[in-house]
């Protein structure tokens, strides 16, 4: 009788330590811990990370082997975060995944980020069928990608500057809001008029996404008005966030609605951290439903980074012997 596959997939692109189980193509264990250390500071701080991580990363690995019963001895592989990321912080998960894999005896595997948000859409059902689109949009990327099969995507745009992610979160530090600034302009423009101001939509070619331009356009607005009304961020901050958000939101779907008919697909997900932005959520399920087009969206957990995507996207990538060896080093930028 053959050994079941057991994959460890450890995640420290950025500010989350977290380390999963996967056997057999299923999660039995997925262990976040989240760096709050870094609101003070109003952003993510790498060298601060980086430490952190250091900190975090056998704790959290225990955990995870402890909470799905496993032993280390009995591990197939050990998949880690590969990039894209913060370097430093990439460094630790790399580091800490050659260390163990050469102790135990076992192969390694080199899991790029944004894959693993994709990915992330096949640990619970319902599951996309192929082919389909996926947005991946978080803090640091925003991509679109034509996913053929598991492990087989082909990127048909990307942002050319700033992510959807980073807008949300410079325009919250701009505004005066706690980090994350994301989740906190969710929260207040549900009270306010998306219609309150129109701010420039990006123009870029193809399928690519641009939001320097709206942050900039952005920061522009707040000074002009502040200027002639000094109280007015505090008066309207419920409009300013959901007119704000409107756009970002709506510059997303356009551009995952034009590549959905320019290649005639009608399975359509989103994937990455803003995919648990409420309003993203609501467009996105209401122009599926106008265009019957399937949508796929994975539970919040495993929206914003985790552990469990790469644990999983390195099962499959086991079933491909695709390995690497301890020579690897971080990719800050990805493997796409």
């Known amino acids: 009788m053959s050994k079941p596959i057991i994959i460890l997939g450890i995640e420290s692109s950025c500010d989350e330590t977290a380390a999963a189980i996967c056997q057999e193509g299923k999660i039995v264990a997925n262990i976040i811990s989240t760096q709050f250390d870094h609101a003070r500071y109003g952003g993510v701080v790498p060298e601060l990370a980086s430490r952190l991580h250091q900190a975090y990363i056998l704790p959290v690995v225990e955990q995870a082997l402890e909470r799905a019963n496993v032993a280390k001895e009995d591990l197939s592989a050990i998949a880690f975060t ?19 894999a050469l102790g135990l005896g076992c192969p390694l595997i080199a899991v790029d980020h944004l894959l693993g948000h994709i990915v992330s859409l096949f640990i619970e059902e319902p599951f996309p069928s192929f082919p389909f689109i996926c947005l991946t949009a978080s803090g640091g990327h925003t991509q679109l990608s034509l996913v053929k099969s598991i492990l087989d995507i082909e990127v048909l745009g990307k942002t050319i500057d ?11 530090k701009l505004l005066g809001l706690p980090f994350p600034g994301g989740p906190q302009i969710d929260k207040l423009a549900q009270g306010g008029k998306v219609d309150f101001h129109q701010f420039p939509e990006p123009k870029v ?30 008066k309207h901050l419920e409009d300013i966030c959901a007119s704000l958000q409107h756009r970002i939101v709506t510059t997303l779907l356009n551009q995952l609605t034009k590549a959905a008919e320019h290649y005639q697909v009608t399975n ?69």
């Open 82 to 100: 590969v990039g894209p990321g913060l370097p430093g912080a990439l460094m630790v998960g790399v580091n800490f995944a050659k260390g163990l």
């Open 205 to 234: 070619e193809g399928f690519n996404f641009s939001f320097s331009g709206l942050k900039t356009s952005f920061l522009y607005y707040l000074r002009r008005e502040v200027a002639k009304q000094p109280d007015f961020i505090s």
């Open 162 to 172: 700033d992510a959807a992610g980073e807008a949300f979160d410079k325009a919250a």
């Open 268 to 336: 359509l997900a989103i994937a990455g951290g803003v995919s648990a932005n409420s309003y993203l959520r609501k467009l996105f399920f209401e122009a599926c439903k106008q265009k019957k087009w399937n949508a796929f969206i994975p539970p919040f957990k495993y929206c914003t980074d985790n552990a469990a995507m790469i644990a999983l996207t390195g099962y499959y990538q086991y079933l491909r012997s695709d390995f690497v060896s301890h020579k690897v080093t971080a990719l800050p930028n990805g493997k796409f």
